[in-house]
């Protein structure tokens, strides 16, 4: 029997490396769109120092919460977290880091047509890369920061999250509820006029 | 000689408070019913909780019967800093178990910010927080603005409650009766709520977008917070949030019409409305407010911070109106809002030190008192020139002509000054953790005047008698010293008077 060897010979190499070449290349032009082409800036960063990213392509990374917001315009606003809390739910048991670190964003809404549900209670918002130019206090807009994406890459689609009710809680309500109600039927004969 | 209160006073006090507690108690049934609506069974069992303990509470107060229900002015004074003090520690209880507070003291302090209107947070992953907490947050604005002894007066038969009207910083009756004048204070906010909510919601679906649910949501609590001059927002980011100039225009009608007068509200509705520009207050606020638009504009211009007209305008605007009314809304972060030093701090920090008019939901210093104050210093300049023995006689209008007698101008000057040793206290307690004069400041006067508007000193890590001392701050501050005062007197009588 002939045996094959494992490796490929000498064509076969060439063959891979023209693959990956052109898959390199492809990648490379698409790179805007997926967050290659551009430096991958944490939000806080924005947040403090705005002025230095003003006009510049960046990539941010991280949930997208609280609403859609579909405009007249032909552009869809919404706020990106790039904070613990987007990758670690407090109510899945993740821990606490401080308040939310967020920027608001725009894109065009065809990009946010297909967006799964928006972060909110219970359910933790779809996690993005979205590349676009950072506009710092934009004279068009009033003065307002953010971020004018034109491209975005879905990282994780978000999903449902539990949370159930604390029963030691509620039975110690329940409990509380009760014994006033009975002090109530005992108290009900008091007059309620303020003199 | 001190008197020692005797049990018939703690009785007094006691019946009271019972009386505040069950009205609360009932309130408390909105959000639990929010909860039961949006199937928020964790949240729903700690409102279960929080109601059960202010009902109890209420039941053993109402146990306590005196002979007397005539409640005096200290006992008033009394019944009402004791209700600031316990209804955020038990309105608190859905936020200790909501996983959103790193402790308990977190916790009040935001219960004790939304009661008192300031606005300032420590809350974790607010964009995750459940609705039915999240418009809790926002219903203890409304409850605190308006005033919850109000409420109780209103829900209560029978008249009088004078004292515990005054003891919630009311300066002035509308009407003869205090029921009357809280059912007017009450009306003046429902009709506000109704409109407000409906224009908010119509411009958050048809210009931003929202869908009608999540329109109305963000709608009731921008109006709750805006209204009552608060602070809270529904996302973290603030009015920043939502990115449009017309929502902001809307949402800034708002709170104009919150730390406007209740009296001047009266004059209106019903009264001549001449009368709105001839009152004092209207004129010194219209001053104050122009002296620290103009002092923040040309620091902001300055500085260079904004490139553009649209930009220094848009956004020195919103935040100076929201500094001077004690909303504390913000369109810019806070570590953006550390980096207005010079007159744009200046501005800043002086509109919200003075606040709003006096009855209104608004914070601070107040116009009506430095109007008065600048009268009787004008008084005695003239005095010093005029031959001696001259009488130099000030009037003022203030819902009618009234005389500036000295006794008044002291008031206003003492209150002020109080004012003043509280943006202090708070400032020296920052100053000695290390924070920087600028930011220690800023901080200080926005807890002291009830605003909420921040420059990073309040986050959860902050030490914890800074914590401490804002949530003083916000309670003095809200009940302007004379119920803190009060309570401190019974207390220091009932432990050394005979």
Request: aromatic share 12%.
């Amino acid at each position: 029997m002939n045996r094959r060897s494992p490796l490929p010979n000498r064509h076969g190499v060439i063959r891979i490396a023209m693959v990956l070449l052109v898959m390199t290349s492809l990648l490379g032009l698409a790179g805007p769109a997926f967050g290659q082409g551009s430096a991958l800036v944490p939000v806080s960063e924005l947040l403090e120092d705005g002025a230095r990213f003003d006009h510049i392509t960046i990539t941010v990374e991280g949930e997208l919460v609280g609403d859609y917001g579909f405009r007249d315009d032909g552009f869809m606003w919404t706020q990106i977290n790039d904070d613990s809390y987007a990758r670690d739910a407090l109510v899945d048991g993740g821990p606490r880091t401080g308040a939310n670190t967020g920027i608001g964003v725009r894109m065009p809404s065809e990009l946010g047509v297909d967006l799964p549900p928006v972060g909110g209670y219970r359910l933790e918002g779809p996690l993005v890369q979205l590349t676009g130019v950072w506009r710092y206090h934009d004279p068009d807009r009033g003065g307002e920061s953010y971020l004018d994406v034109d491209g975005m890459l879905v990282v994780e689609s978000g999903r449902r999250l539990e949370e159930g009710p604390d029963w030691v809680v509620f039975a110690l309500g329940v409990l509380l509820l009760v014994t006033s109600l009975v002090m109530w039927r005992r108290n009900r004969h008091l007059s309620l006029d303020w003199r | 000689m001190l008197i020692k209160p005797d049990r018939e006073d703690l009785r007094i006090v006691a019946y009271a408070l019972g009386r505040i507690f069950t009205v609360v108690a009932v309130a408390s049934l909105v959000p639990l019913s929010w909860a039961v609506l949006g199937r928020e069974w964790h949240p729903f069992a700690s409102f279960l909780l929080m109601i059960g303990a202010f009902a109890f509470l209420g039941q053993l107060g109402l146990r306590y019967r005196p002979s007397d229900e005539r409640l005096d002015w200290s006992h008033g004074m009394v019944v009402v800093a004791l209700t600031w003090l316990a209804v955020p520690m038990i309105g608190s209880i859905p936020f200790i178990f909501s996983g959103h507070y790193g402790s308990p003291i977190d916790a009040i302090f935001d219960a004790m910010s939304g009661l008192t209107t300031t606005g300032l947070a420590l809350v974790q992953d607010l964009d995750h927080m459940a609705p039915s907490l999240n418009f809790w947050r926002h219903l203890l604005h409304f409850l605190g603005g308006q005033g919850i002894v109000i409420a109780a007066l209103v829900l209560f038969a029978g008249g009088g409650g004078l004292t515990l009207y005054y003891g919630e910083a009311r300066d002035e009756r509308i009407l003869p009766s205090v029921r009357s004048t809280a059912r007017f204070i009450w009306a003046v906010a429902l009709v506000h709520l109704v409109v407000g909510v409906l224009v908010l919601g119509v411009i958050a679906h048809q210009v931003l977008g929202f869908e009608w649910k999540r329109s109305f949501f963000h709608a009731l609590m921008i109006f709750f917070a805006a209204f009552d001059t608060g602070g809270f927002a529904p996302q973290s980011t603030s009015l920043g949030y939502y990115h449009s100039a017309i929502f902001e225009f809307a949402t800034t009608v708002l709170m104009v019409a919150g730390a406007m007068s209740f009296g001047l509200h009266y004059a209106l509705w019903r009264g001549p409305r001449r009368a709105l520009f001839k009152n004092l207050e209207t004129r010194t606020i219209l001053t104050t407010f122009t002296f620290t638009m103009v002092l923040t504009m040309v620091g902001l211009g300055a500085a260079g911070i904004y490139t553009s007209v649209q930009g220094l305008t848009r956004q020195g605007f919103f935040q100076i109106i929201s500094a001077h009314s004690g909303t504390g809304f913000s369109t810019v972060p806070s570590s953006e809002l550390a980096m207005w030093g010079g007159l744009a701090f200046a501005g800043m920090t002086i509109a919200m030190a003075l606040g709003g008019m006096a009855s209104s939901t608004a914070g601070g210093i107040k116009a009506l008192r430095i109007g008065l104050t600048v009268k009787a210093v004008a008084n005695q300049t003239k005095q010093l020139l005029l031959p001696e023995g001259a009488v130099v006689s000030t009037q003022y209008f203030q819902s009618g002509r009234k005389r500036l007698t000295p006794q008044l101008a002291q008031s206003a000057m003492t209150v002020a000054l109080l004012y003043v040793a509280l943006f202090l206290l708070g400032a020296g307690v920052a100053l000695g953790y290390g924070y920087g004069l600028q930011e220690a400041l800023f901080e200080s006067v926005s807890a002291g005047a009830s605003v909420g508007l921040s420059v990073g000193v309040t986050e959860p890590s902050m030490p914890m008698l800074l914590k401490l001392t804002y949530m003083f701050q916000m309670w003095a501050g809200r009940l302007e010293f004379v119920a803190v005062f009060a309570l401190l007197g019974f207390i220091y009588a009932w432990v050394r008077g005979k």
